[in-house]
């Protein structure tokens, strides 16, 4: 099953491009795993998951953390920490 | 729980504050007490020609109808709008405004200052400079203060 990464801010300016549909591969249960793995997709994902750390995450458009399971996911968004207000 | 509710709105245009108290308060007379909080665009001594507001459509409006949710079953309100615009936003122009309406000024200002802690480090927006030398300066790095500033909200428990 295929799952919609949507990129913001600076995670989308590093990694060149706002979404993409990706097939995980079996083995990638958190988000924390997802992280990992994209990281070693190329230069561009090694770039903006340098510090996974500072990573938000949202699944169907709400917060979680780097501990949640993603199985069922539609759509999962990487971002930096908010500015808004 | 009260039945309150709250009006959120995520745009692109300004909006016009006086309006919207009014749109609250129009034909009632049970209201005491209206808080707003407008947040602006400033030009950091002159440092600054533009913002521009990324933001996550749908989960911005989705996250802040969760705040605003959380405010009226923590607050007796009698009205509460939300308005955040994205896009480019020059020094003087609104950001955001915060409208609550309580019989009873504690209330409204207890609820409207939650609502900002939250929204700061909450709502999917992203700012990025646009400095007055013409360069662009990068994205704003969220501030620690505004974390502990949402944290002093969270109950016991949590």
């Known amino acids: 099953m295929s799952t919609k990464l949507i990129y913001f801010a600076w995670v989308r300016e590093r990694i060149g491009k706002p979404e993409e549909d990706v097939d995980l591969p079996s083995g990638i249960e958190t988000v924390g795993d997802l992280l990992r793995w994209l990281k070693s997709r190329g230069e561009e994902y090694e770039n903006a998951l340098q510090y996974p750390d500072v990573i938000r995450v949202a699944i169907n458009q709400e917060h979680v953390g780097h501990r949640e399971k993603i199985a069922g996911a539609r759509e999962i968004a990487l971002f930096p920490p908010m500015t808004g207000g | ?158």
């Open chain 2, 1 to 158: 729980m009260s039945g309150v509710v709250p009006a959120i709105r995520i745009q692109r245009e300004d909006f016009d504050v006086d309006a919207e108290i009014f749109g609250l308060t129009k034909g009632r007379t049970d209201i005491g007490a209206v808080v707003t909080f407008s947040g602006l665009c400033r030009d950091e001594q002159g440092a600054l020609s533009a913002l521009e507001l990324e933001h996550y459509p749908g989960m911005a409006e989705a996250e802040i109808g969760r705040i605003a949710a959380e405010a009226v079953e923590r607050w007796p309100l009698q009205g509460l709008t939300v308005i955040h615009r994205h896009g480019k936003i020059m020094p003087g122009e609104n950001i955001v405004l915060v409208v609550a309406a309580s019989s009873h000024r504690q209330a409204a200002f207890e609820a409207a200052n939650f609502l900002m802690d939250y929204l700061k480090s909450r709502a999917p927006f992203w700012k990025k400079e646009y400095l007055a030398d013409g360069s662009e300066g990068g994205w704003l790095e969220a501030k620690e203060a505004d974390d502990q500033a949402a944290d002093r909200w969270k109950k016991q428990g949590e």
